[in-house]
């Protein structure tokens, strides 16, 4: 949730990095600050509170600086207070930091063993600490930061300036995504794209264990742990973000805002496809993949997860083609065996999404071919992946998902049409067809959004609710899941979806007099039986609402009707659920709530819960440490053989490497430890320091 933002020019104003922080203020915080080189030394500005706290005691005017970090803080290791605010400076360097140090506290107490004075609690102060530890060994800065940063597990985005250093910017990262953007004169860091787009469109997102070092004239990228220089080519991605998209252009919420733009959001999604969707599975590189493919898998989190499950009713319809969709987190945990002729989709609006970007890489481990379904150009799943197939939902400010969820069905529904032609599955006058609707699609959701009033009437009605339940069938049985989790995480109201012919299996019994249930009753085959469950529900009291294309069918029957655009059955959720976005965003405002950053929730989830291993405290299942189950086989056998030759272990194929190493005791640990090292991987032992 925290915001980083720094920047290297001439001659520019202090201005540049408070409007970056303001920019990144839609990601929540509660406290800030600013530090730059005036010259002599490095002045440091820390408040907790607003942007405008900060503003109250920045000097007037602003200054013209050379080079600056900020920093926006959402407190997780000591309150909100300007002590422990962003950056932190010790002995003239000054660092910013998103993520966590997760062994802080055992560098904290050596360090203060050692007589290191700490004036913050949080888990960020341990790096200034460190660096200039080496800086006072008389290391040059690169080095320093090299030797800091191998002692740090856990995940960090770091922005560092140095006094002794002439305008020079330092950017590393690990698990925490961090943007350099390249200008002319004047090069940029920062947490994400929003915070630059003013003043570049090109980017690149740092990797894991590079260290960027920027000057006004440019960018070299370095491994953080050889420093050796690394090329830049092929790195810088160009983003065509607008400015404007990172402001409410009238609008009272950026939320609303996102939920007025899906049409354009789906246009442009489809606008590169359309004509030629033969084009599309030959640019992702997916042709040779196509006459062994059996089977696709999708993984995702949240409204990108339920974008997935209607992606498997268009494909399966479409493709005619067995297709599974898991919360990523579940798909890892799982490990689900990965059959020959399998394709792996995330689905991903940020591309950073800790969960999705593990099950990617699980499935990419045991050999599957990866897709990646991203709106973020450049993000660290459209790296990874061995196919992208981008959103253009354009920039999705919101915390809650409302456009790149449409903006992910048209390029499902691009990749089933795609598919469903390759594998010869689709007539020639289904193809046609199906385009027809897709093109017309923007224009019924701009028919959708006229809901709008309807809408806002029938949700000053729902403000006392405790409990509702959204209930769809089919294609629209993933709709009610998200406009229940809409209502949730917006509103605060308890709120369920359910397959229509489930809710006699138990959910009924929550029906009593007013319950709200909002029903999906879109003219299909399957209509029938919604109505039987209408019955159901109304015999017990229950408030019917009707999200319908025939309200002559349901008019007997709904409390309040809700009336969207007809289209063709396999594509109604990008009509159906924009009613849903907006009741929840109307009860949401008219309970108070803050519906562009909902409480407890941030906009991508990029830290992730630790190693599924004990003993390593990495992220995920991390592949990085030597104590991670999932570390190659051949390195586990090359670490089994030296623990079975000095200790004689056996036998080993059924240890895990984290307990053959435990088994093998403290010097074997070092000397694992030090040859990690030394190929550029860590461990999660301690290097001696
Ligand atoms: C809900 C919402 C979240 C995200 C989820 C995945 O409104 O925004 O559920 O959909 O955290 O995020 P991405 O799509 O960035 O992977």
Not at 224 to 246: D, F, H, Q, R
Not at 267 to 279: A, K, P, Q, S
Request: aromatic share 6%; net charge neutral.
């Amino acid at each position: 949730m925290c915001g980083i933002v720094g920047y290297v020019g001439k001659k520019d104003s202090l201005q540049i990095l408070f409007d970056g922080l303001t920019r990144l203020e839609y990601r929540g915080y509660d406290s800030s600050g600013i530090a730059f080189k005036n010259g002599a030394g490095i002045e440091i500005y820390k408040t907790s509170g607003k942007l405008k706290d900060l503003q109250k005691i920045l000097p007037t005017p602003l200054p013209a600086i050379t080079i600056g970090i900020g920093h926006t803080r959402w407190a997780t290791h000591g309150a909100p207070s300007a002590a422990n605010a962003h950056p932190h400076t010790v002995k003239g360097v000054s660092v910013v930091h998103n993520g966590i140090i997760e062994n802080y506290r055992e560098l904290r107490a050596e360090l203060a063993a050692a007589g290191n004075v700490f004036s913050s609690q949080t888990d960020t102060e341990v790096v200034p600490q460190l660096i200039a530890r080496y800086l006072d060994r008389g290391l040059p800065i690169d080095e320093a930061i090299r030797g800091a940063v191998a002692h740090l597990r856990g995940a960090y985005a770091l922005g560092i300036i140095h006094e002794g250093t002439p305008d020079t910017l330092f950017a590393v990262c690990n698990d925490s995504p961090l943007v350099i953007g390249i200008g002319t004169d004047a090069q940029y860091i920062a947490s994400d794209v929003a915070a630059l787009l003013p003043y570049t469109k090109n980017f690149i997102h740092l990797e894991d264990r590079h260290m960027a070092v920027l000057r006004s004239s440019g960018v070299d990228l370095k491994h953080v742990e050889s420093l050796e220089t690394l090329p830049i080519e092929g790195k810088v991605v160009t983003n065509n973000w607008t400015p404007a998209m990172a402001e409410k252009q009238g609008y009272d919420h950026f939320m609303l805002k996102e939920i007025y733009e899906q049409p354009q959001g789906v246009m442009d999604t489809l606008r590169e496809w359309t004509d030629d969707t033969n084009r599309l599975m030959d640019e992702m590189g997916m042709t040779g993949t196509i006459k062994d493919l059996r089977r696709l898998h999708i993984a995702a989190c949240g409204t990108s997860y339920h974008a997935g499950l209607v992606g498997r009713y268009m494909i399966e319809k479409f493709v005619h083609m067995p297709v599974a969709v898991d919360i990523a987190s579940e798909f890892r945990d799982m490990c689900p065996s990965i059959s020959k002729g399998t394709v792996l989709i995330t689905i991903t609006q940020s591309g950073e999404t800790a969960d999705t970007l593990a099950a990617q890489r699980e499935a990419k481990k045991k050999g599957a071919r990866t897709l990646t379904i991203c709106n973020v150009v450049g993000s660290t799943t459209t790296r990874e992946a061995d196919s992208v197939l981008y959103t253009r939902a354009g920039l999705e400010i919101g915390v809650v998902s409302t456009k790149a969820f449409t903006a992910q069905l048209a390029a499902l529904s691009l990749l089933g049409i795609a598919l469903g032609t390759r594998k010869g599955k689709l007539s020639d006058l289904e193809i046609q067809t199906l385009k027809a609707f897709l093109l017309d699609l923007p224009r019924l959701i701009r028919q959708a959004l006229q809901t709008d009033g309807k809408v806002k009437e029938i949700a000053r009605t729902l403000v006392g609710a405790k409990s509702m339940l959204y209930v769809g069938r089919g294609i629209n049985y993933p709709i009610a899941l998200e406009g229940a989790l809409k209502m949730k995480e917006l509103a605060y109201i308890h709120a369920d979806g359910y397959p229509a012919g489930e809710v006699k299996h138990g959910p009924i019994a929550l029906i009593e007099d007013g319950v709200p249930v909002v029903f999906l009753a879109t003219i299909d085959g399957l209509h029938e039986k919604i109505l039987s469950s209408i019955d159901e529900v109304k015999a017990r009291g229950g408030r019917i609402i009707v999200v319908t294309d025939s309200p002559a069918a349901f008019h007997d029957k709904a409390d309040d009707m809700i009336v969207v655009p007809s289209t063709h059955p396999a594509l109604v959720p990008f009509v159906a659920v924009v009613p849903l976005q907006l009741l929840a965003y109307h009860v949401a405002v008219i309970k108070g709530c803050n519906v562009d950053q909902p409480r407890n929730l941030s906009k991508s989830i990029a830290v992730d819960d630790k190693c599924h291993n004990i003993v390593c405290s990495h992220s995920g299942y991390c592949r990085k440490s030597i104590a991670c189950a999932v570390i190659t086989p051949d390195e586990k056998k090359a670490i089994a053989n030296r623990v079975v030759r000095l200790m004689r272990v056996s036998p080993w194929e059924q240890l895990s490497a984290s307990s053959l190493l435990e088994s093998s005791g403290q010097q074997l640990q070092k000397e694992v430890h030090q040859e990690q090292a030394s190929k550029g991987l860590s461990t999660c032992f301690e290097s001696p320091y």
